[in-house]
Every structure is written in C-alpha cells, then in structure tokens.
C-alpha cells in the first residue's frame, strides 16, 4: 500500500484533508481556471486547431494534475511551443494526428512519472 500512496499523492493527502480548506482550494481553481482556460483556447487556435481542443487541454491537465500531481503551485496545460509545433503536423494530417501526439506524449509522460524519472529532491529526506 505504501507503493501505491507513493505514487498517487491524493491517497496521501485526502485522508487527512481540512474541509476548512475547501473555500481557499475552490477560490484557487477559480482563480487558475480564469488564467488557463483562455490560454489554452488561445494556443489551440495557435495550433490551428478547434478552440475547444485548447478547452479540454486545460481541464484534463489540471485535473489529472490534481490526483497525480504534487505540487499547489504548477499550473499543467497547453504552450506557446507545443502549439507551434504541433501546428505544422495538424496542418497537415489533420486534427486526428494532433490528438495523438498529445496523446502518445502523455502516455510517455505518464510512464516517466511511475518510473520516478526525473524527479529532483534537494534533501535525501524526500
């Protein structure tokens, strides 16, 4: 069990989570959501792609984020580089071939987290 708390920090966390937070976690999202949302319909259309496509982008990464991620200041989302090179191959393979570059690097992304690559401690506490 201490494997899998390990690498799902929200088991960590949520047990001993104050509902007196909630208030100040809701404002917080709001706050992001208010920021993230534009740009990532922003770099969709950067992409060439439908703005709703840079819609999903900044939910699903804040989302996933939120059960896997570690970190209250890092917002997780679409960029002005992915966008532009995502642009030339969803130019011209279509939308279909952008979904699937996000999806393969996500997948990559996510196997590098389970495998702990990466990852920076400054103390050998961590």
Known sequence: MECVKSRIPVLRW???YNLSWLIS??????TVSLTAVPQGIAYAVV????PAYGLYSGIMGAFV???LGTSKDVTVGPTAIMSLMT???ASAYG???AVLLCFISGVVTFIF????LGKFTLNETD
């Open 14 to 16: 949520a047990p001993q």
């Open 25 to 30: 976690d809701l404002i917080a999202g709001v």
């Open 47 to 50: 992409a060439g792609l439908d």
């Open 65 to 67: 984020y939120m059960l």
């Open 87 to 89: 642009y030339k191959y």
């Open 95 to 97: 939308v279909d071939y």
């Open 113 to 116: 987290g389970l495998l702990h």
